[in-house]
């Protein structure tokens, strides 16, 4: 059974910054891709980051410049650093992780952490 422990939300004021970190049960170069999506109420889940194996990083638009995601083989972990925080950043915030091969695909997640951001 694998495990992905989320920790890092919380409350922060628009220009703020935080710093989400995801630990795995499992060896992390064991997945294919990690990332973070993220969840605004009445919203559908959106893909924040990812981060493949060999470390080749993809970001959505809107938190390009403003987000960094990056990974520790050697923790199993998986951080997300947020800066210059915007209001329209307020979701919780799941930590993702993928194995996949030929023609299958399976997605491990974690619960989920808040983060919010005062304007």
């Known amino acids: 059974q694998v495990q992905l422990v989320e920790s890092g939300g919380g409350l922060v004021q628009a220009g703020g910054s935080l710093r989400l970190s995801c630990a795995t049960s499992?060896?992390?170069?064991?997945?294919?891709?990690m990332g973070w999506y993220r969840q605004a109420p009445g919203k559908q889940r959106e893909l924040v980051a990812t981060?493949?194996?060999?470390?080749?990083?993809n970001y959505t638009d809107s938190v390009k410049g403003r987000f960094t995601i990056s990974r520790d083989n050697a923790k199993n972990t998986v951080y997300l650093q947020m800066n210059s925080l915007k209001p329209e950043d307020t979701a919780v915030y799941y930590c993702?992780?993928?194995?996949?091969?030929?023609?299958?695909?399976?997605?491990?997640w974690g619960q989920g952490t808040q983060v919010t951001v005062s304007s």
């Open positions: 499992r060896s992390s170069p064991s997945f294919n891709a």
């Open positions: 981060i493949t194996s060999g470390g080749s990083t």
């Open positions: 993702n992780a993928r194995r996949a091969g030929f023609g299958w695909a399976y997605d491990y």
